[in-house]
């Protein structure tokens, strides 16, 4: 497993049990027993961080996102980890510049297919792949992006 898909892995194992905690527990925390806990001698914990930090500071933001683009599942009946998969790809698809968004997909899907359900792949994947596709076509429009906007 990369460096990468695994500060991934652990990002998500940590705002899964942010969520399913209602979100009362310290995120920052939550993420540093993770890291102990599953990936003791893992040392690029601070792209983790960097994950969860930006995916709670967006939420918001990555919530409407998710709701406008899976319209017939609301965002509370979506299971906790497809949820949180999606709020990293949505997180890495429109507000980090560091990330090709095909590496976001990519990489959701990965996550989704390891520890979601049977077709939580496809949904993961149907739903980032329809966000990526309106970024390109207000990229081609000359509709400011991510990169232009200043955010990220």
């Known amino acids: ?44 914990a601070g792209f983790s961080r960097k994950i969860v930090d930006g995916v709670i500071k967006n939420k918001e933001q990555i919530d409407e996102t998710i709701k406008k683009y899976a319209p017939e599942w609301p965002i509370e009946q979506i299971t906790i980890v497809d949820r949180n998969i999606l709020r990293i790809g949505v997180y890495e698809l429109k507000f980090s510049d560091e990330i090709p968004p095909k590496v976001a997909i990519n990489e959701a899907i990965e996550l989704a297919k390891t520890f979601g359900g049977e077709s939580s792949g496809k949904f993961v994947n149907g739903v980032l792949g329809s966000i990526y596709q309106k970024i390109k076509e207000g990229e081609s429009s000359g509709v400011k992006t991510k990169s232009d906007a200043g955010e990220g």
């Open 1 to 44: 497993m990369s460096n990468r898909h695994l500060a991934r892995a652990l990002a998500m194992q940590s705002l899964f049990q942010w969520d399913f905690k209602r979100q009362q527990d310290d995120p920052t925390t939550i993420l540093e027993h993770n890291k102990n806990s599953f990936a003791p001698l893992f040392k690029d």
